[in-house]
């Protein structure tokens, strides 16, 4: 990918990069307290880079780091969806991956979700910034009955969130990859604007008999419009930052969602946040009356993210995170943390290199300096790694945690909301809701291996040998 440009049009990551920089503006006058967060974000990476060295751009200079940001959104059907997908497509931003929250929390979070995220390594380096975009399910009976699902289906109907001018420089933006400055312009105008937080009066009634079903399902159908639900900073250490935002007197949820802080590699995600906010908005009751009120929707949310995992590495994941259930189900009078902290020593490798030769994570191999071509026989990867001629380079995991973005919500929601679990479930997988939005959505995991298996390749051609037992 060419980074350059002709002073006249723009590209896609020059687009998402400006997209990003709108957003957070507007974010930061809508919520002063992401102002906050940021400051205290880039305080922690620069401590951390003074304090160890090179070692702390290990995934991902700090540059990127701290530019680094993800955006939540929610929209309220498939039709939603695909039009939101065709604005992100104009800054190259695809749906990857498929999350389902439903059963992910106690809580009533009616949504499945995807995330609009740059695919190319090098335009995650240009610019990496992406947007979690959830979807309500009018359709699943443990929410919603049908009565209740018309209305919603009719109200989420009847509204614009993305006007035909913005999908059209959309539209033409994602064909051309390209857009003329006065083009880029106005489109930035449009998609910032479609995400800002609209002052038209809310329906009292209606917002709050959503609410009570889930907090989630009235901040999307309750209202007119979409706007940003929380604009996440990435972080070193959030562990550090956590401390910092306390100390300042801002309120935290009570814990870190993810893996636990150990003496071993980082992996896939940790997230905080600070709680939802109390923010002024109008309401119009069924007399006409129009009051002030206020409603706790919107969070501070940050993340500290680590080395991609395989499929296998997920499958222990998933069975470590059972188990610190299940050992804090027997009431030991340890915390989750402490717990945690001692299932992963026993059972997650220790070291960089034992994940990337065990296979439980994604690495590129890069041929060490001083090695070259010289004809030798086939050999396998473990033996090259062993021998210095390759070094394994971790791939930052670029994606979510179903369990933690429920966590994330869950901490955030005064009430839990209702769900009737003797009604069945509308299934959702990845196949169907790319097929109702109308366009694949990427599965994380092939991404990170084509990765990884490029950068072996290289090494073959660089070092005119084969290499064999590849992490499968």
Known sequence: MSTTTSQDTLQPWELRARFALRLAALYG???????????????????????????????????????????????????????????????????????????????????????????????????????????????????????????????????????????????KAAAERQLSRPDADRLLDLAAASFELSDAPVDHDWYF??????????????????????????????????????????????????PPDWDGPDVLLRQTSFKALAEERNFRHSDGRIEAGSLRVRFGEVEQRGIALTVRGRDLYDDLVAEVDRLLGESTGATRVEVATDVWKDRLPGTEQALALTGLGFFTYRVADGSRADGSAPAPLRDL??????????????????????????????????????????????????????????????????????????????????ITDRPS
């Open 29 to 171: 006058r809508e919520v002063p307290a992401y102002t906050a967060l940021v400051d205290v974000s880039r305080e922690v990476n620069e401590d951390f880079v003074r304090s160890h060295g090179q070692d702390a751009e290990r995934l991902g200079s700090v540059a990127r780091v701290t530019a680094e940001r993800h955006g939540a959104i929610r929209v309220g059907s498939a039709k939603e969806l695909s039009q939101v997908g065709r604005v992100f497509a104009a800054f190259g931003m695809h749906p990857v991956g498929f999350y389902d929250l439903r059963d992910a929390s106690a809580s009533s979070v009616p949504v499945v979700s995807t995330a609009f995220r740059p695919t190319d390594a090098e335009e995650l380096a240009a610019n990496p910034f992406r947007v979690f975009t959830s979807m309500l399910t009018t359709d699943d009976r443990r929410f919603f009955d049908r009565d209740l699902q018309e209305r919603l289906d009719d109200v989420i109907g009847s509204r614009t969130l993305f006007g035909d001018e913005l999908l059209y420089l959309a539209d």
């Open 209 to 258: 008999a959503l609410e009570r079903i889930s907090a989630v399902a009235a901040d999307i159908g309750g209202v007119t419009s979409t706007h940003i639900n929380h604009l996440t900073p990435r972080v070193l250490d959030i562990d550090d930052l956590y401390r910092r935002m306390t100390e300042r007197g801002i309120a935290m949820i009570d814990e870190i969602q993810g």
């Open 385 to 466: 790694v062993a021998a210095g001629v390759l070094e394994p380079e971790p791939i930052v995991y670029e994606d979510f945690l179903p369990r933690s973005a429920a966590g994330i919500f869950q901490s955030n929601l005064t009430e839990s909301g209702f769900r009737d679990d003797d009604q069945g479930g509308t299934v959702y997988d990845i196949e169907r809701l790319g097929t109702a939005m109308g366009r694949a959505i990427h599965e994380p995991n092939a991404l990170y291996a084509a990765q990884q298996t490029a950068s072996i390749d290289d090494a073959e051609r660089t070092l005119g040998r084969t």
